[in-house]
């Protein structure tokens, strides 16, 4: 059974840092990018950051460049989120997204993050 499991959201303060974690299980995934995704209210879902299989090769959402940092551990089939200098525009729920090649995708429930003096 596939599970994405994502931990780490709360509510923090502007300029506040939080870390995101999904553990993967029930496929390879080591052979999947891995991607973190997040929904505000009233808005679409939007790409992140994305961290490839094999190479590792990173890709950010311009707005997150500089603050936010994805990585992996495929030895503990774990993708990470580390977010710096929160702003409120960041509050949204966070999701994690595992796709293969051949498009087949899976995604974690999400976590919700709040940034809010």
């Known amino acids: 059974q596939v599970q994405l499991v994502e931990s780490g959201g709360g509510l923090v303060q502007p300029g506040g840092s939080l870390r995101l974690s999904c553990a993967a299980s029930?496929?390879?995934?080591?052979?999947?990018?891995m991607s973190w995704y997040r929904q505000a209210p009233g808005k679409e879902r939007e790409l992140v950051a994305v961290?490839?299989?094999?190479?590792?090769?990173?890709n950010y959402a311009d707005s997150m460049k500089g603050r936010f940092t994805i990585s992996r551990d495929n030895a503990k089939n774990t993708v990470y989120l580390q977010m710096n200098s929160l702003k409120p525009e960041d509050t949204a729920v966070y999701y994690c997204?595992?796709?293969?090649?051949?498009?087949?995708?899976?995604w974690g429930q999400g976590t919700q993050v709040n940034v809010s003096s």
């Open positions: 997204n595992a796709k293969y090649l051949t498009g087949s995708e899976y």
């Open positions: 029930g496929f390879t995934f080591n052979s999947y990018a």
């Open positions: 961290i490839s299989s094999g190479r590792g090769t990173i």
